[in-house]
C-alpha cells in the first residue's frame, strides 16, 4: 500500500554557538559540565554529556534524571522548530545531536532501571528520528 500523505520534513534545531563553546570548554569535568547545563539549560548536549557519564558511572538513576531533563528540553525545542510528533531529526545537522543522545541515554538509563516498555519507546523514537543516529550511538 502507497503512503499518500507526504513525509514531514526534517526538523534542524538552532544552533547555540554559546552554550557549544562553554560545553567544549568544560571538557570531561562532571562540575563544569553541570556548570554548563545550569547556565544553559535549554542545551541538551550538556544533559547528554551528563546522562552518558552517569551511566559509564553506573548511576542509572541520575542518567535517567539527566536524560530526561535534556529529552524534555529538546522535545520543547523541536516543536517551537515545527515538529509535529513525527518526521526525521537527522543525527548530520549538529544541533540536533544533543537531543538525539539525550533520547539514547534515556532508552539505557530506562532498560538499566528495568522500565522496560520506555526503553523500548525511546528505542524506537531514536530510529524512527534518524537510523543513523543508533549507528553513531551503538558505537
Same mark, same amino acid.
Given at each position: 500500500? *502507497?503512503?499518500?500523505?507526504?513525509?514531514?520534513?526534517?526538523?534542524?534545531?538552532?544552533?547555540? #554557538?554559546?552554550?557549544?563553546?562553554? @560545553?567544549?570548554?568544560?571538557?570531561?569535568?562532571?562540575?563544569?559540565? %553541570? =556548570? &554548563?547545563? +545550569?547556565?544553559?539549560?535549554?542545551?541538551?548536549?550538556?544533559?547528554?554529556?551528563?546522562?552518558?557519564?552517569?551511566?559509564?558511572?553506573?548511576?542509572? &538513576?541520575?542518567?535517567?534524571?539527566?536524560? =530526561?531533563?535534556?529529552?524534555?528540553?529538546? @522535545? #520543547?525545542? @523541536? =516543536? =517551537?522548530?515545527?515538529?509535529?510528533?513525527?518526521?526525521? &531529526?537527522?543525527?548530520?545537522?549538529?544541533?540536533? *545531536?544533543?537531543?538525539?543522545?539525550? $533520547?539514547?541515554? $534515556?532508552?539505557?538509563? +530506562?532498560?538499566?532501571?528495568?522500565?522496560?516498555?520506555?526503553?523500548?519507546?525511546?528505542?524506537?523514537? $531514536?530510529? #524512527?528520528?534518524?537510523?543513523?543516529? &543508533? %549507528?553513531? $550511538?551503538?558505537?
Amino acid at each position: 500500500m *502507497q503512503n499518500l500523505l507526504p513525509e514531514a520534513p526534517p526538523t534542524l534545531l538552532p544552533a547555540d #554557538d554559546e552554550a557549544a563553546a562553554a @560545553l567544549t570548554a568544560a571538557g570531561t569535568s562532571d562540575t563544569e559540565i %553541570k =556548570r &554548563v547545563a +545550569a547556565r544553559f539549560p535549554t542545551y541538551s548536549a550538556a544533559w547528554a554529556a551528563l546522562a552518558e557519564a552517569a551511566l559509564t558511572a553506573d548511576e542509572p &538513576v541520575t542518567a535517567y534524571a539527566y536524560a =530526561r531533563t535534556g529529552y524534555h528540553r529538546g @522535545l #520543547d525545542q @523541536l =516543536r =517551537r522548530n515545527g515538529w509535529r510528533g513525527h518526521g526525521p &531529526v537527522p543525527w548530520a545537522h549538529g544541533p540536533n *545531536q544533543g537531543f538525539l543522545r539525550c $533520547l539514547n541515554a $534515556l532508552a539505557r538509563a +530506562a532498560d538499566a532501571i528495568g522500565e522496560t516498555e520506555e526503553a523500548e519507546r525511546c528505542s524506537q523514537f $531514536l530510529a #524512527d528520528s534518524d537510523p543513523e543516529a &543508533v %549507528k553513531a $550511538l551503538a558505537s
